[in-house]
């Protein structure tokens, strides 16, 4: 299969979840990582706001908050085409929406966060494989705005890519600029590798 077929068929298998599953997938979520950061003390962390049958994030986003940490979202870079930048999210973070209709923080440039500073990125992601290879909505931003930091030594920021069980598939086609995740977080799981 081609990318843009799995594309499809993932988001019409998440977009197809009930309520009831959503609400329990977000709340599984939050109880795993919340379990799993727990060595981290006081982190940054970029997150996002749920589109499109995503796996919910605000549990998690709470939960987080709760625990101290300092939270991020991603806004599309004004300027620089296909990039992100990471902005700090508040409670009351004055919030707009993106061109696909997703909230993000109103630009504020003393609000950004370098992405070396950045201790964790979850990133969403549509459809993952048994290697660890993520296939996003198509826009290239997250394999665009990352791909200097991937390198043999990389340790910061880790990233960690999201999804519920049945965003899973054997096997992705691969592209050169795909880079693998080496943790994938679903609300069951925890996949390394
Ligand atoms: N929640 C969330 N936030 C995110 C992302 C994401 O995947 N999920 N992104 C991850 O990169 C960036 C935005 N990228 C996106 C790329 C395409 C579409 C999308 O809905 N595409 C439509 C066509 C829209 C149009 O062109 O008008 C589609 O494919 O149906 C959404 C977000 C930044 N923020
Ligand atoms: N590191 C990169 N440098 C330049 N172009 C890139 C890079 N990564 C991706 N692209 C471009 O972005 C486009 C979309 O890529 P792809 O289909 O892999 O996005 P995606 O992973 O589904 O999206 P996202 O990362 O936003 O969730 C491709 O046409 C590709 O050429």
């Not at 966060?113 to 992601?125: A, H, V, W």
């Not at 660890?132 to 960690?160: C, S």
Request: include cysteine; charged fraction near 25%; proline fraction near 6%.
């Amino acid at each position: 299969m081609k990318r843009d077929e799995i594309r499809d068929l993932v988001r019409k298998k998440r977009n197809a979840l009930t309520q009831t599953e959503q609400k329990n997938a977000a709340k599984q979520l939050k109880v795993n990582l919340i379990q799993q950061l727990k060595p981290y003390k006081n982190a940054k962390i970029a997150l996002y706001l749920t589109n499109d049958g995503e796996l919910g994030t605000s549990e998690l986003i709470q939960a987080l908050q709760a625990e101290n940490h300092s939270l991020f979202l991603p806004v599309i870079h004004p300027f620089s085409k296909g990039y992100l930048l990471f902005q700090k999210y508040e409670k009351n973070s004055p919030m707009t929406t993106n061109r696909y209709g997703i909230f993000e923080p109103k630009l504020n440039c003393s609000q950004i966060c370098p992405i070396e500073q950045l201790d964790i990125i979850f990133t969403p992601l549509v459809a993952f494989d048994e290697k660890g290879n993520r296939l996003g909505m198509g826009g290239g931003f997250y394999d665009r705005t990352l791909a200097k930091y991937y390198q043999e030594q990389w340790q910061k920021p880790i990233v960690i890519g999201l999804a519920h069980e049945c965003q899973k598939v054997a096997l992705l086609p691969c592209e050169s600029w795909d880079i693998p995740l080496k943790w994938i977080a679903t609300p069951e799981f925890n996949y390394r590798w």
